[in-house]
């Protein structure tokens, strides 16, 4: 038997019971920081901004606890893209919907579920935009999956670009809730792990990307058929010996890579006889904010000619062609898919 340094109490025998009792929530270690307690003090963000990501975690407890016990059923409504909705995508949008109402810092918020913006507080300071559950067709065979969050100064988006974001998050539901953010400006990307309390406290701090990438992730797999490049790219990484690491859920396969640190997501579009020939991804829900911190961790994001960061907003439902993740690897399939 051994005593917890933390809190005194008595170890059990078994190493591993040792192990999850010294680092569970009421145990906790003293060197984990709290999600509110890194905003506070290794960020350089407002008031208002440390503010809204904290109520964005919120958010995030109450989806994660949705996810283990609602109905993951169609709800009978389509999206604002014509997708069919599931009860457990409305849940999660009202959820964000409710915390940002009450935040008193949004001057707007656009949803991928709704289809115009909606206006709260002309006077206030920040844009929002998310997807609340990325993956959600997922749910049922106990995937991961997440949300995606993208903030925003003052109000219109158009015309902007995901270079103007003040802040990028998203959460990741799987085994494990994890919340991973970035305030940009060299300041990192820091990964929080949701504790049997219902506090996010901080788990790895300053994830980074290298340049080479040993695992590749290729989304709409099927554009192998009418893109001849594309093709050439998947064989080529496959050639490299490179390992498969796809889900389904770009939350799961970007995480994969920032918790990796190394790897390459790509999804492109399938050509001018396609549905998306420019690709389907969402430029504002999705890649814009992945864009913000797969870069801030030192990889690179491309839409095959320029960053993704460097794409002008023209329209909430706008979609491109994404390359993301190690830099070296992005740029030489950026050249293979060009040639």
Request: glycine share 8%; net charge negative; charged share 20%.
């Amino acid at each position: 038997m051994g005593i917890c340094d933390a809190c005194n109490r008595t170890a059990p025998k078994s190493y591993f019971l040792y192990v999850i009792m010294t680092q569970s929530a009421h145990c906790p270690v003293p060197d984990q920081p709290s999600l509110n307690w890194h905003l506070r003090n290794t960020t350089k963000a407002s008031d208002d901004l440390r503010h809204l990501i904290s109520d964005i975690a919120r958010s995030a407890k109450y989806i994660s606890y949705a996810i283990q016990t609602t109905d993951t059923g169609l709800s009978g409504n389509t999206n604002s893209f014509g997708e069919n909705q599931l009860k457990l995508d409305e849940l999660s949008d009202d959820i964000i919907r409710e915390n940002l109402c009450e935040n008193g810092t949004v001057c707007c918020y656009i949803s991928e579920e709704k289809d115009d913006v909606i206006e709260l507080d002309p006077s206030a300071t920040f844009t929002v935009v998310f997807d609340p559950l990325d993956g959600s067709s997922l749910v049922d065979a106990n995937f991961s999956i997440g949300s995606i969050f993208g903030i925003y100064q003052d109000g219109d988006i158009i015309g902007k670009t995901p270079r103007d974001q003040v802040a990028a998050l998203y959460v990741l539901y799987g085994p494990r809730t994890l919340l991973i953010y970035s305030c940009g400006n060299g300041s990192g990307v820091h990964e929080f792990i949701l504790n049997d309390v219902g506090e996010f406290k901080l788990l790895r701090s300053h994830l980074g990307v290298a340049d080479e990438a040993k695992n590749y992730s290729p989304g709409n797999l099927r554009a192998v058929t009418t893109h001849p490049q594309y093709n050439i790219a998947v064989e080529e990484w496959m050639a490299d010996e490179k390992t498969l690491r796809y889900s389904g859920c770009m939350v799961a396969d970007i995480h994969h890579i920032l918790s990796k640190g190394q790897g390459i997501f790509t999804n492109i579009g399938g050509g001018a006889d396609s549905t998306y020939p420019d690709g389907k991804l969402r430029h504002v829900f999705e890649c814009g904010p992945f864009a913000y911190l797969v870069e801030e961790a030192g990889g690179l994001s491309s839409d095959g000619t320029q960053s993704i960061l460097d794409k002008k907003i023209t329209d909430v439902d706008q979609r491109t062609a994404i390359i993301i993740g190690s830099k070296n690897e992005v740029e030489k399939t950026v050249r293979t898919l060009s040639a």
